[in-house]
């Protein structure tokens, strides 16, 4: 049970990650309009860093890595908590590129369900290659669902937000 969250969690890192790669400016302007001043090659290396960091979930796991993934998402709740509290027009905290993500609770509630399966992904020291290969059928099936859930978490960063304000 907790692979499978824990790869979505991975996969949405590294997805996130790609995307602020290749376009850092909304997050730059995100973490610009709470104060905090990044400039675009700063964001790209901590994007980079999400990038690797998803990867090397999926690829080699174990207990550091896993604190690491957790981390990252109590530290993108606690950035959606400050946008909120702050009550700045954030029109996107930039978590997918250029895709508009505006701060809502419910991507708080996301980045702790996230961060909560990554920890409980780095007690059991997951190695999901290991455990996927384990039971070859069975791990392909927890593969795509895991693309499927990563898929649905961008929907819900993505849409919900949307469909809730109106």
Same mark, same amino acid.
Not at 26 to 52: F, K, N, S, Y
Not at 65 to 93: D, H, I, P, Q
Not at 137 to 148: D, F, H, N, P
């Given at each position: 049970?907790?692979?499978?969250?824990?790869? &979505?969690? *991975?996969? /949405?890192?590294? #997805? =996130?990650?790609?995307?602020?790669? %290749?376009?850092?400016?909304?997050? @730059?302007? +995100?973490?610009?309009?709470?104060?905090?001043?990044?400039?675009?090659?700063?964001?790209?290396?901590?994007?980079?860093?999400?990038?690797?960091?998803? &990867?090397? *979930?999926? /690829?080699?796991? #174990? =207990?550091?890595?896993?604190?690491? %993934?957790?981390?990252?998402?109590? @530290?993108? +709740?606690?950035?959606?908590?400050?946008?909120?509290?702050?009550?700045?027009?954030?029109?996107s905290c930039g978590c997918f590129g250029r895709?508009?993500?505006?701060?809502?609770?419910?991507?708080?509630?996301?980045?702790?369900?996230?961060?909560?399966?990554?920890?409980?992904? @780095?007690?059991?020291?997951?190695?999901?290659?290991?455990?996927?290969?384990?039971a070859p059928g069975q791990g392909l099936v927890?593969?795509?669902?895991?693309?499927?859930?990563?898929?649905?978490?961008?929907?819900?960063?993505?849409?919900?937000?949307?469909?809730?304000?109106?």
């Amino acid at each position: 049970m907790v692979l499978g969250a824990a790869l &979505v969690g *991975a996969l /949405v890192l590294a #997805g =996130a990650g790609a995307l602020k790669v %290749v376009d850092p400016a909304p997050t @730059a302007g +995100a973490l610009r309009a709470l104060g905090v001043p990044a400039p675009g090659w700063v964001v790209r290396v901590g994007a980079a860093a999400e990038l690797v960091l998803g &990867v090397l *979930a999926v /690829v080699v796991g #174990g =207990a550091v890595v896993w604190v690491l %993934v957790a981390l990252s998402y109590l @530290a993108f +709740a606690g950035f959606v908590v400050a946008a909120l509290r702050a009550g700045t027009m954030v029109g996107s905290c930039g978590c997918f590129g250029r895709v508009d993500t505006p701060p809502h609770p419910l991507h708080v509630v996301v980045d702790l369900a996230l961060a909560a399966a990554a920890g409980g992904a @780095a007690v059991q020291g997951l190695v999901p290659l290991d455990e996927l290969a384990d039971a070859p059928g069975q791990g392909l099936v927890i593969a795509a669902l895991s693309v499927l859930g990563a898929v649905a978490v961008y929907v819900a960063f993505v849409g919900l937000p949307r469909a809730l304000s109106h």
